[in-house]
């Protein structure tokens, strides 16, 4: 099988030195590779800018910045993919205008005029032809399930996992995590608190053999 996986964060630069970012580390995109890996899979990672090593035995290794670059790849490489799973931390939105050079300190506020940026969830679910399995994730404060269902439907995913951010020994920049996997039929499954490399191997296991 075909596997294609985005996961770490994007940079939208607003100067030469300075960018809006968000606190992704791409630990849980590298772990599903690895695990995607270790079933013999055909991997491509497409990695927003993170400080973890690229994992063995890969197909591709494309590394991005912006989320503009992040959508042009996974568009590139949607086609030839069996199962997508959208790990990544994509900017929502990026300056309008990068100075090309150090915008310096002044007395006064600095506003930045930002517009959105393309949601690459809701491009590829589009794109999805009927034998593609895409699984996004959620990762929320408030109301995890409400939103976790609403955007499963609006951008056309046949599972998405949540999880709530926040919480003390999870999510960002741990290496535990814990997963409410929902499937687009309405199965639900609760994936306790671990390491995010097991994790990993229990929501590949669901997603290919969910009878078993």
């Not at 996992?161 to 609760?190: I, W």
Request: net charge positive; proline share 5%; hydrophobic share 45%.
């Amino acid at each position: 099988m075909n596997v294609l996986i985005n996961a770490g964060p994007t940079r939208e630069s607003i100067d030469p030195v300075r960018f809006i970012t968000n606190r992704s580390t791409g630990k849980m995109g590298y772990a599903i590779a690895e695990a995607a890996l270790k079933l013999g899979h055909a991997v491509t990672l497409v990695s927003g800018p993170v400080s973890l090593p690229v994992p063995d035995g890969l197909a591709a290794f494309i590394p991005i910045e912006s989320a503009a670059e992040m959508a042009g790849a996974m568009k590139q490489a949607m086609p030839g993919a069996d199962l997508i799973i959208l790990c990544a931390a994509v900017a929502d939105y990026r300056p309008v205008v990068c100075s090309r050079s150090k915008l310096k300190k002044s007395a006064g506020n600095l506003f930045l005029e930002l517009e959105r940026t393309e949601d690459i969830a809701l491009s590829l679910g589009k794109r999805k032809r009927g034998n593609q399995i895409l699984v996004g994730f959620a990762a929320e404060t408030d109301d995890l399930e409400t939103n976790a269902l609403r955007k499963m439907k609006e951008k056309n995913f046949d599972w998405i996992a949540a999880n709530e951010v926040g919480k003390p020994g999870r999510g960002f920049a741990s290496d535990n995590n814990a997963l409410t996997l929902y499937a687009s039929d309405g199965r639900r499954f609760q994936l306790e608190l671990q390491s995010k490399k097991r994790l990993a191997v229990e929501l590949l296991s669901l997603i290919l053999h969910p009878g078993e």
